[in-house]
């Protein structure tokens, strides 16, 4: 009994101390899950504070255009003596060219500064909701690029300068505004002083500078470096996150469907083609603002097809009201929609606007691109506890009752379980250095009518514009953050865009006599994944895995399906492939054409739109649900005219049913009802 003796006292100093780190542990959550809740509240009010302002700035100018409108039916006029009919239609023009020419000034200058108030608002917005401007915790703020290297004039980083200072303590959307301004400064891209007839760099330069000055607390949106990048693919940042994570955790997903446009080229595209060569343009100056931009444009020439103005003017009066002949109209200098507005539906954004992603189908009236407001912000958290528990070692031993002896040797100091460090510090919200998505979006929503959008009867901007909306962030793709440099994609494109041959990357290179020399090439440093992912790509099995273009759907009979004999071999990351496995058939199906067999988690929730079809003990297959739970089973449609099984595609993304007049559909699915 003497020997037992302490051992409760033994026990309460081994709970007593579990319990101070369990409270030590919830003092850095409550701050984790407080700075989360602050940084998602403030991205949210600058997103939606810098899209009001969007609308705002959007209905001032089409009413601006309406005011020009009004000017060319209403001016009175008094040709001059002596001229014949054609010749009053040239002076005519003239005048009422001259006469709007004060009205487009006012639309360009909203056009620059109107964008710019939203993001100063967007950062009071953030301010307001607790955001701090600082990020004491800043790795670095050395300089990237000279001055004097390529890369400054559109995408490099900047030496220190007296006027323009680092803020070697602040976010770092402090130095990309620094960095713009340096630019805008010393105007490398050689932009026009005045754009449609607005003296813009002095004004927009000190309202940048006034915004700075008053704090930054949010990333905003901005304008692509790149613009007309083919092939299209190639300048989306998701294929190569999904090679990637296909390669590593196996292609037997439906996260493969991202491929599928891909998967479906013949070999031929990929072995005889270059099909890696990339092409781009450099986005020019787009006479606005390229901080939270309005993609309007100004057009000097009749916008729409023939009678623009009148279609417009029909949708105020329905009298019939002829207006001006349209080459009068065409003299004056229009504020339009640009490019950037329109809605091309494909494989990668359908999902967004079928009810796949959404609550319901995107109503006809929204479905337009134009701006978007994005908001991105991070704060940097200071833990209370200066312990953490180092569970490394303890992986190193296989041996688990080891493992366990070694657990309980290890006490303090560095071998310690729970060892004792310096500060500790993380990250709470969106880096857009670091993170691909992330931060909230915030669109403008305006319409003709119930089914029309507002780019849709006239290319002219018209202040149809009513609210604002979140919007999921990823859902526009073409919308960038604002930024100074190129980001590791740009960057990677840039160089592939120079290579001869990728496999392995070389590059031609001339001497001084004009002689011609192949020599090796290496990708910028931090890009090194992406060329990783075109590599993955270029493999056979890799693709045919998922998607074989050889294969021909449904070819195979019920009682086959239920077999792995006419599969094409799984892939596995960190194999070469050469020997394909027990079922070496090179024309079998990828994992997206395969059948779907159950049992699987969820049949039961679908199980409506389904028949089942067991495969028996005996081998043979009949209608009806199965007996257990462990019964294979393949499905078909109800509703489906053919008898054809469901595939791992479709069942994963699909359901057949007549809620939606007979149509594939894939929800039911919860978004934001305003859309």
């Known amino acids: 009994m003497k020997n037992e003796r302490g051992q409760v006292l033994l026990l309460s100093v081994v709970i007593m101390v579990m319990l101070l780190l369990m409270i030590l542990f919830i003092f850095d959550l409550q701050l984790a899950i407080r700075a989360k809740m602050k940084t998602e509240t403030a991205e949210q009010a600058a997103a939606l504070t810098a899209a009001e302002w969007q609308r705002n700035s959007l209905n001032l100018i089409g009413e601006l255009n309406l005011v020009k409108a009004g000017e060319s039916m209403l001016w ?32 360009s200058r909203v056009a620059f500064i109107g964008p710019l108030i939203a993001f100063g608002a967007a950062q009071q917005a953030a301010k307001y909701n607790g955001i701090n401007i600082y990020d004491r915790y800043k790795s670095t703020d050395k300089v990237a690029y000279d001055i004097t290297d390529d890369n400054a004039l559109t995408g490099g980083r900047f030496y220190y300068d007296a006027e323009y200072g680092q803020d070697s303590d602040k976010k770092y959307i402090y130095d990309d505004l620094r960095n713009y301004r340096y630019k805008l400064d010393n105007n490398y891209r050689s932009i026009p002083e005045v754009c449609n007839y607005y003296l813009w760099r002095e004004p927009y330069l000190n309202m940048i500078a006034d915004i700075r000055d008053r704090g930054l607390a949010v990333r905003g949106s901005g304008i692509d470096m790149m613009n007309n990048i083919t092939p299209a693919w190639m300048a989306r940042e998701g294929i190569y996150q999904t090679i990637l994570a296909l390669d590593k955790y196996g292609t037997d997903t439906i996260r493969a469907r991202e ?115 994005m908001a991105q912000t991070y704060e940097r958290i200071k833990t209370i506890s200066k312990h953490r528990v180092d569970t490394n070692p303890l992986t190193a031993d296989k041996n688990v009752n080891a493992a366990a002896l070694s657990a309980f040797k290890r006490t303090s100091g560095s071998g310690g379980i729970v060892t004792e460090t310096g500060e500790m510090t993380f990250r709470v919200g969106t880096d857009s250095r670091y993170d691909l998505y992330g931060g909230v979006a915030a669109k403008v929503m305006g319409q003709l009518n119930d089914s029309t959008p507002p780019n849709s009867a006239s290319s002219l901007v018209l202040p149809f514009f009513h609210s604002v909306s979140m919007v999921p962030s990823t859902m526009f793709e073409n919308t960038s953050l604002f930024r100074s440099e190129y980001t590791n994609l740009e960057r990677f494109l840039k160089w592939l865009s120079g290579l001869n041959t990728l496999f392995p990357p070389t590059v031609k290179t001339y001497d001084a006599d004009n002689n011609e020399h192949i020599v090796g090439s290496s990708c910028p440093e931090g890009t090194e994944p992406y060329l990783e992912a075109l590599i993955i790509l270029m493999k056979r099995d890799f693709r045919r895995s998922m998607w074989n273009p050889d ?83 393949l499905l078909t449609y109800k509703n489906r005219p053919a008898p054809k099984y469901v595939t791992n595609e479709e069942y994963y993304t699909t359901t057949y049913t007549t809620n939606t007049g007979g149509t594939y559909y894939r929800g039911p699915n919860v978004g934001p009802p305003r859309l």
Not at 84 to 95: F, Q
Not at 298 to 317: A, I, L, R, W
Request: contains cysteine; hydrophobic residues 30%; proline residues 6%.
């Open 259 to 373: 491929l599928k446009t891909l998967l479906q080229k013949p070999d031929s595209y990929w072995d005889e083609t270059d099909w890696w060569k990339v092409s781009y343009k450099m986005a020019g100056f787009p006479e606005q603002s390229e901080i939270y931009p309005l993609f309007v444009y100004f057009s000097s020439n009749d916008p729409g097809n023939n009678d623009t103005m009148e279609q417009v003017y029909e949708h105020f009066v329905s009298d019939g009201t002829k207006m001006l002949d349209a080459e009068l109209l065409g003299a004056v200098t229009w504020c339009i929609f640009g490019s950037e507005w329109s809605f091309n539906l494909d494989e990668y954004n359908s999902v967004w606007y079928d009810g796949s992603y959404l609550r319901d189908k995107v109503k006809t009236s929204a479905q337009y691109e134009g701006p978007v407001a």
């Open 551 to 633: 294969y021909v759907l449904y070819s195979v009979t019920f009682e086959e399906a239920f077999k792995n004999n006419y599969k094409y071999p799984p892939w596995s990351a960190g194999t070469s492939h050469l020997e394909k496995g027990p079922y070496d058939t090179d024309k079998g199906a990828g994992w997206l054409q395969q059948a779907y067999v159950g049992p699987r988690p969820y049949e039961a929730a679908q199980e409506a739109e389904y028949n089942q079809h067991p495969l028996s003990l005996d081998g043979e297959i009949r209608t009806g649900n199965a007996n257990n739970s462990t019964e294979p089973f």
């Open 76 to 107: 009175d006029y008094s040709p001059s003596f002596g001229l014949n009919t054609d010749e009053v239609k040239v002076e005519k023009m003239g005048h009422i060219a001259v006469s709007c020419r004060a009205i487009t000034e006012m639309q």
